[in-house]
């Protein structure tokens, strides 16, 4: 159980253009999904939390105007990629948690998107 | 947010058991500790979570002392195919949520 599905895995687009990165919650409902970044040999860096609802809270040095978050639903979240160039291209991974009602609720991933632009 | 502390690498013979040690002196009294594993170009696995003293599934066992200022994620009998990296988070805690800043994780290298 606990899966989150990421689409597409890999995508590559032209300098300029937009890119759509889906999160869908497979067996489970979450109000709140989480979007990384990820640059070759490096961590995962928070770029923003969506609420499903309402706006997404961004993490200080992200452009909310290039990375627009839109969580319209309690199983899907999507990050959209605008204007991108080079410099975006990395590794974009999701994470959503489980509404429960007791009980810890850890982090369940996505399986991430390899952005390259041209 | 909890601050993590874990060493950058460890190398480790096939079959052999590894321990992962993670410092987090200022967590808090709701925070849970947990650790994932990250292969290449893939996104975090969940391997285990605790609160305190010993919890242990099928694939690894997680130690915290009474103070909970530091975890230890234990792999029985490590093989190949456990070369990953493995990060220790704490902050996801129960009953909400709660970001959680990755550290630099440790790599695990398993040797032949």
């Known amino acids: 159980g606990a899966v989150v599905s990421q689409h597409p895995s890999r995508v590559i687009c032209k300098s300029g253009t937009s890119v759509k990165i889906e999160c869908r919650s497979l067996?489970?409902?979450?109000?709140?999904m989480f979007w990384y970044r990820q640059f070759p040999k490096q961590s995962l860096m928070l770029m923003a939390t969506?609420?499903?609802?309402?706006?997404?809270?961004?993490e200080q040095g992200v452009e909310k105007d290039k990375f627009l978050i839109n969580h319209a639903s309690l199983t899907l979240s999507t990050l959209t990629v605008t204007s991108a160039h080079p410099e975006d291209s990395s590794f974009y991974i999701c994470?959503?948690?489980?509404?429960?009602?007791?009980?810890?609720?850890?982090?369940?991933f996505g399986n991430g998107t390899r952005l390259t632009v041209t | 947010l909890a601050k993590t502390t874990q060493p950058i690498s460890m190398d480790s013979y096939e079959g052999q058991e590894v321990n992962i040690t993670c410092s987090h002196n200022?967590?808090?009294?709701?925070?849970?500790i947990t650790w994932y594993q990250q292969f290449p170009s893939q996104g975090p696995r969940f391997i285990i979570q605790?609160?305190?003293t010993k919890v242990t599934n099928e694939v690894a066992s997680l130690f915290i002392p009474a103070d909970r200022k530091s975890s230890t994620l234990s792999l029985p009998r490590v093989s190949l195919s456990d070369t990953a990296v493995y990060y220790c988070?704490?902050?996801?805690?129960?009953?909400?949520?709660?970001?959680?800043?990755f550290g630099i994780g440790t790599k695990l290298q398993v040797i032949p």
């Open positions: 994470s959503a948690i489980p509404i429960r009602g007791v009980g810890s609720s850890p982090l369940h």
């Open positions: 067996d489970f409902q979450a109000t709140t």
């Open positions: 969506s609420n499903e609802g309402s706006k997404a809270t961004y």
């Open positions: 200022n967590i808090a009294t709701n925070d849970y």
């Open positions: 605790g609160y305190k």
């Open positions: 988070l704490v902050g996801v805690n129960s009953g909400g949520y709660q970001k959680v800043t």
